[in-house]
Nanobody
Framework: QVQLVESGGGSVQAGGSLRLSCAAS????????MGWFRQAPGMEREGVAG???????TYADSVKGRFTISKDTAKNTLNLQMNNLEPEDTGMYYC???????????????????????WGQGTQVTVS
């Protein structure tokens, strides 16, 4: 059984930083595609960043250069370092994992969340 538990959300002012973490069990980051999605109120869930089993990363254009996705294979954790945050980054952030998706598509294809099977409960990020 795959379980994903996020932590690290909070409220910050524009220009600030936050670091999200996701502890995974039942899904190894060395074999799964792992990623971060976010959802603002009234909006569709969108991919933010993905990292494949080999460590290759992709980002949505809106966060490129500001966010960094990484993983610790030994601890089986996924991280998202978010710098220079903007009010448009506000939303619920979800950790996601799947073994049967094209990882580089996570932040690039609209509505790709439909293909993801495993989700965390989400952590709120508010930028004012």
């Amino acid at each position: 059984q795959v379980q994903l538990v996020e932590s690290g959300g909070g409220s910050v002012q524009a220009g600030g930083s936050l670091r999200l973490s996701c502890a995974a069990s039942g899904a190894s980051s060395s074999t799964y595609c792992m990623g971060w999605f976010r959802q603002a109120p009234g909006m569709e869930r969108e991919g933010v960043a993905g990292i494949d089993s080999g460590g290759s990363t992709t980002y949505a254009d809106s966060v490129k250069g500001r966010f960094t996705i990484s993983k610790d294979t030994a601890k089986n954790t996924l991280n998202l370092q978010m710098n220079n945050l903007e009010p448009e980054d506000t939303g619920m952030y979800y950790c996601a994992a799947d073994r049967a998706v094209t990882c580089r598509e996570v932040p690039l294809r609209p509505a790709y969340y439909r293909y993801i099977n495993y989700w965390g409960q989400g952590t709120q990020v508010t930028v004012s």
